[in-house]
């Protein structure tokens, strides 16, 4: 099981590290960060930077295909080099995955047509611009095609995927591993629950941020 | 606000990684990995490297101290070095804190005596050798020093420091922001809720890893 998470510049790291931290841990799974160019690629806060060990034009027919979201990922939507590199990966992938906005790269590479899929919050109806229909899910499932929403929702993305690779009694034993019983001090991780002022704060701000 | 997280080989990802998503989003927070020297640091899977920007050397007196956990840290325990650097950064810190067995590294450098502190369930005994009291909680503050549960616990830790660093509603924003609404797929994440036999054959696995 050759799973390829795709990295750069301006990731997000927790979109890419969380789904890392369980699926790494699946039995005889080979887990590789693959970039445009291999090297290391600085996160959206410029505060870390997570290496790429492999390029693009090395990594043939991964098993399974995960890209994170982050704001630098909005340059990859015209990059027809990487949306190639998807779309060849997606044909043979068992899985094609995305947390928060990866899912706009699934999308622009033409993975998402006519299906369900999700992203973070503030970009959900950015979907539609790539033909998908947008579900206020934690993680959608349709076909092989697996997206999870925000940031943090990699994790419950990829203990759901551990568990159709592996088998639950496996994704449990990864769960229990990283002892992800989480205990969020607050009740303000969606927009469901948060108040509704910060949310359109955030919104906003988040907007701002894509003009910018 | 300056806030340094101690990387190392071998540690895990998602200890360091959880925590730096959410303290990186406090307003003026300036965030750093440090390490014993600079350079890519290598995830105990093998599959990922870290970088840390800055020496202990060169990493004076920050705020917010952070000790991520991984097998790779177990070298730690009797390295007078970054022992040394531990001990005097906590002499000045507003916080010293750490994730997973991260608390094993506190422990040894003395930080732990007489307080009550938390780390991965599988390690939880091991606190009594450095005069701590285990607490089998997510997340231990006991006066400046927090400690967090296993791995994925450095998120929940994350929020409740910001909290306490920048207020609630900050604390909340950061939450929205990363969409921190877990829904885990499976009750599994604790020995509290796991299957027995999984928890003794992760105990097991875990000893022996430990003495390999």
């Not at 998908?132 to 997206?147: H, I, Y």
Request: proline letters at 5%; aromatic letters at 6%; a negative charge.
């Amino acid at each position: 099981m050759r799973i390829a998470i795709l990295i750069f510049d301006r990731l997000t790291a927790l979109d890419a590290v969380g789904p890392y931290e369980v699926l790494s841990r699946l039995p005889e799974a080979e887990l590789e960060f693959v970039a445009a160019e291999a090297g290391p690629k600085r996160t959206d806060t410029g505060a870390l930077a997570l290496s790429a060990d492999r390029s693009l034009a090395d990594t043939e027919a991964p098993d399974v295909l995960l890209i994170p979201g982050g704001a630098g990922n909005r340059e990859l939507l015209d990059d027809e080099v990487v949306l190639d590199w998807v779309r060849q990966a997606h044909e043979t992938s068992a899985w094609t995955t995305s947390v928060c906005t990866g899912s706009l790269v699934l999308g622009a590479a033409g993975v998402l047509e006519g299906l369900q899929a999700t992203t973070h919050w503030a970009f959900l109806e950015r979907l539609r611009e790539f033909g998908a229909e947008p579900v206020s899910e934690r993680v959608v499932f349709d076909g092989k095609v697996v997206t999870a929403a925000g940031v943090s929702a990699g994790i419950d993305m990829g203990l759901s995927l551990a568990a159709r690779i592996a088998g639950e009694d496996v994704a449990k034993a990864i769960q229990l591993g990283i002892e992800y019983d989480p205990q969020p001090p607050f009740d303000a991780g969606s927009p469901r629950t948060a108040p509704a002022e910060l949310t359109e704060m955030l919104r906003r701000m988040g907007a701002e941020a894509e003009r910018a």
